[in-house]
């Protein structure tokens, strides 16, 4: 299984955004909604062997977590404004009220206040990596083939969710020379687990 | 540098298209919206080093050929929404008379009735890859530092387009065991490039 969490600093926490403008009032959701794009599509279907978690933590009730599971994932597209529709269908179904446990939205999407530590806990066991440009180069390293990534938005982890991750041990990576947009980490990750895991 | 070829088989060729539904009216424009911004985002920036030249080939009016210079990019963003827009701009310039020459729409951003063998001519002298699944594993394979790589959009180049692109000798490369859309593609090509020509 490969799981990855992407943290949203600033992705808005209620369904009262517009899908015409989701990098500005939506609090930069156009990142997130690639980096569903990215964790799930392949050229003609789904992987199945995904879990995605984003952690939107703007305004105005966060912490709003939605899991996505490749397994059971339905009418997704890969583009941007019909991904940030389901998130905000998603985020309709959990108001004010404290909703710990998964909520169901559409099928394969779900929607929780989990919080970071939460959701880490729930990605036990398996290797946890950070993705982060100080880390160690993941060409060198062979990665575990039950792995969860940790990925910020357009900026990393702060120290307080730094923290939280060190209890999980995670092997800080670094994806090459430059700073990359999270989508792009996703895909390179992709990339390197299906050489190392899938058979020609 | 570093080019980009990307062939829109249905993209649209005017301006007359909804930007809140690029991937069914707008012939699946949101694919050749997703490769501008994997041709030149970086976390903190836009490479420099990368010409992008879309083919869109749908109706009315094909051919209709942008052309994405990194080094005098502006007002480019990451969503796709806003380079939809940046594209509809460009078309709105080229009415029906042939332009065979660029015509410069926003800074960068240049649109003509090239096909696709003139576009290949103004990329020599270069390298060409054209990227398909049935190719040489490109991890196997040094990429010249001066390249021009040559895509579809969600299907391949056709029997006819494969026949002009072979007059440029092109190297056909595989991107792993996956079938990858086309924006992921550009991301992996970008990632090794970085780690073949650029200094940690």
């Given at each position: 299984?490969?799981?990855?969490?992407?943290?949203?600093?600033?992705?808005?926490?209620?369904?009262?955004?517009n899908l015409s403008d989701l990098s500005s009032s939506a609090g930069r959701l156009d990142i997130l909604a690639?980096?569903?794009?990215?964790?799930?599509f392949l050229s003609h279907g789904i992987r199945k062997d995904v879990v995605l978690y984003l952690l939107l933590l703007g305004e105005p009730s966060p912490p709003k977590s939605l899991r996505f599971v490749g397994s059971d994932l339905k009418y997704l597209n890969p583009d941007e404004r019909s991904t940030a529709a389901l998130i905000r269908n998603a985020l309709s179904k959990c108001g004010g009220e404290e909703k710990v446990e998964w909520l169901r939205s559409t099928p394969g999407i779900s929607i929780s206040t989990k919080n970071l530590k939460?959701?880490?806990?729930?990605?036990?066991?398996s290797t946890f990596y950070y993705l982060k440009e100080s880390g160690y180069d993941f060409k060198e390293v062979n990665l575990s083939q039950d792995s969860t990534f940790v990925l910020g938005d357009d900026s990393d982890l702060n120290e307080e969710e730094e923290k939280i991750l060190d209890f999980f041990n995670p092997t800080v990576l670094s994806l090459g020379p430059l700073s990359l947009h999270k989508e792009h980490c996703i895909t390179l990750v992709h990339n390197k687990m299906d050489r190392e895991h899938i058979q020609h």
């Open positions: 299984m490969r799981r990855f969490i992407v943290v949203g600093h600033r992705a808005v926490t209620s369904a009262d955004f690639r980096a569903v794009s990215a964790s799930f939460c959701i880490l806990e729930e990605c036990k066991p």
